[in-house]
């Protein structure tokens, strides 16, 4: 599993989540925190197994629509930036069935199919020409003397703004639910499973909604939108059997979210050593946090008695074994995973980095290989590429390498540091080769950025 912290998914969560201040505070620019996204092949591999269907059944492609994960214990989805789905662990972790998940899922998707992003930012930029309005009545008033009046208008005028734009959400809400709803039964999935999440969500936030104006909410409150679900829910088919891989592989994904973000203690507390496999990915991945490497070692060799060929618990293996300085073995633990799941970008960028902890010209140019494939599989792993320029750099390939630093400031958001490695790489790469056309490329886009984002 890879933690990564990431300032333009921090800028996305909070535009997404806290529309009201951004409409409020229309003329101030805050800050944001730092997110921690979670990478980790086989999570990410669960839940494109569990809403590939939910996606195709709103006419949509699951390789264009983006899940992202985010260490977060508050339960929350949502969309933004396109097709991009972010879910919080917490809600991962609360939600207890394989059409539970769905339901949250196709809830968004509702969001991407129905167009909401494209018309929350035209709703979001005339409330902003509200504010400023009001903002600009509030200062003359203040200037002229009357500093009562002015707070009056301000106060006013973003009570208009604020009200409009929570009117707009609860409508896309409505509307993503009963578009959610369709598509889950679509996908064969059981529809009540909508009316189970919001119970859990609504448990959460009892104590939060008791008193509070139910025109202040982005979201209907939960008994308007459960009374609106139950007509509909009758309508619809209750959903096909379940196949039980998914539920498998469903309890995999929850129990190594817990393994890996509670506290070891509390991971081998709450799973017993009673042999079970779910039991014993979770207590290897606490023994491994404290850490106890005798225990880890023992607890990964049952699991893998267990499944010998899986993937993902010999991609775990090579992990633990890297993470306590045995590169050499993480290495061949590597190769064993790839040998199942040999296009799996994140389990080659594991092989890349424990080729380059090894430290031999032959394993590093080795690395190079197996992380230049990863990073053409997936280009959104900023890891891979700070390792692909580690190896090209000991290699002598200094173009190389300033075209994947490049790519990597680019991630991050820092368009001055790319737009100069970008241009390095353009200066040391053959004219008319690959990768100087793509350094070239890098450049024109960044300059036509605008001139806030460079």
């Known amino acids: 599993m890879i933690l990564t912290t990431s300032p333009e998914i921090s800028k996305i969560r909070r535009f997404a989540t806290l529309i009201l201040i951004l409409v409020t505070l229309a003329l101030t620019v805050a800050r944001a925190d730092a997110l921690t996204l979670i990478r980790d092949a086989e999570i990410e591999s669960t839940l494109e197994k569990i809403t590939a269907p939910v996606?195709?059944?709103?006419?949509?492609?699951?390789?264009?629509?983006?899940?992202?994960?985010?260490?977060?214990?508050?339960?929350?989805?949502?969309?933004?930036g396109g097709q991009n789905i972010f879910l919080h662990t917490g809600l991962l972790m609360r939600v207890r069935t394989v059409d539970q998940l769905r339901a949250v899922v196709a809830h968004e998707v509702g969001h991407i199919a129905g167009g909401h992003l494209t018309r929350r930012d035209s709703a979001l930029?005339?409330?902003?020409?509200?504010?400023?309005?009001?903002?600009?009545?509030?200062?003359?008033?203040i200037l002229s003397g009357n500093p009562e009046a002015g707070m009056a208008i301000a106060a006013g005028t973003n009570n208009v703004a604020?009200?409009?734009?929570l009117a707009h959400s609860r409508a896309e809400e409505a509307s993503a639910d009963q578009a959610g709803l369709r598509y889950l039964a679509i996908a064969g999935g059981d529809p009540s499973a909508f009316l189970e999440v919001l119970d859990i969500f609504r448990g959460q936030n009892f104590q939060r909604t008791l008193g509070l104006d139910p025109y202040a909410q982005t979201h209907p409150l939960s008994t308007e939108r459960l009374a609106l679900m139950k007509e509909r829910i009758e309508q619809l088919p209750k959903g096909k059997p379940l196949d039980p891989q998914l539920a498998y592989w469903h309890g995999r994904m929850v129990v190594k979210l817990k393994g890996f973000l509670q506290t070891p203690r509390r991971t081998l507390d709450q799973y017993p050593d009673n042999g079970e496999e779910t039991n014993l990915l979770a207590r290897a991945v606490a023994w491994h946090r404290f850490p106890n490497v005798e225990q880890t070692r023992t607890t990964l060799e049952a699991l893998l008695e267990i499944?010998?060929?899986d993937p993902y618990y010999n991609e775990m293996k090579g992990q633990f074994l890297l993470e306590t300085g045995q590169a050499t073995a993480a290495a061949e633990a590597y190769h064993v995973a790839l040998d199942f799941a040999p296009r799996e970008p994140l389990v080659l960028a594991g092989l890349g980095r424990a080729l380059l902890n090894q430290n031999?010209?032959?394993?590093?140019?080795?690395?190079?290989?197996?992380?230049?494939?990863?990073?053409r599989y997936d280009r959104a792993n900023a890891g891979a590429l700070r390792d692909l320029a580690m190896a090209e750099g000991r290699l002598g390939n200094d173009g190389a390498a300033a075209l994947a630093t490049a790519e990597r400031f680019l991630l991050a958001g820092k368009y001055p540091d790319a737009i100069r490695n970008a241009a390095r790489a353009s200066d040391l790469l053959p004219m008319g080769s690959p990768g100087w056309r793509?350094?070239?490329?890098?450049?024109?886009?960044?300059?036509?950025?605008p001139a806030r984002n460079r």
Request: aromatic share 2%; no cysteine.
């Open 438 to 449: 793509r350094a070239e490329d890098l450049m024109d886009m960044l300059r036509r950025r």
């Open 360 to 375: 031999t010209p032959e394993a590093t140019r080795e690395a190079r290989e197996v992380l230049a494939q990863s990073v």
């Open 125 to 141: 930029g005339g409330l902003r020409g509200v504010a400023a309005i009001g903002m600009a009545g509030s200062m003359a008033a």
């Open 55 to 80: 996606i195709r059944a709103a006419g949509l492609s699951p390789l264009t629509v983006k899940i992202y994960i985010i260490q977060d214990d508050s339960m929350n989805a949502f969309v933004a």
């Open 162 to 165: 604020q009200r409009t734009a």
């Open 307 to 309: 499944r010998p060929n």
